[in-house]
Nanobody
């Protein structure tokens, strides 16, 4: 059975950095599109980043573009979200996901991790 497990969340001061990891078991991530989403309390889940199967196609919303970078390491069956210049508004629970299309739409992703909390203090 395929499963995703996130790690790397925590508490960081504004301006700091964190790197989230998402490790897959059961199937190779290279067969799928990898994505990150986040959900803050009282808000809907929102798209953060996606990377295509070949690793050369990445997509970000304007809110994180230039600060966040998604990457993947097929040999480790793991993909990452490097987050720099963090802001208090980046505070949320971050979820990794696998899908079949490079998309910002949650419905295009079929497998989700349990999430990892990121808290940015001001």
């Amino acid at each position: 059975q395929m499963q995703l497990v996130e790690s790397g969340g925590g508490l960081v001061q504004a301006g700091g950095s964190l790197r989230l990891s998402c490790t897959a078991s059961g199937r190779a991530i290279g067969e799928y599109v990898s994505g990150w989403f986040r959900q803050a309390p009282g808000k809907e889940r929102e798209f953060v980043a996606a990377i295509g199967r070949s690793g050369d196609n990445t997509v970000y919303p304007d809110s994180v573009k230039g600060r966040f970078t998604i990457s993947s390491d097929n040999a480790k069956n793991t993909f990452y979200l490097q987050m720099n210049s963090l802001k208090p508004e980046d505070t949320a629970r971050y979820y990794c996901a696998l899908g079949n299309y490079v998309s910002s739409t949650q419905d295009h992703y079929f497998l989700w991790g349990q999430g990892t909390q990121v808290t940015v203090s001001s």
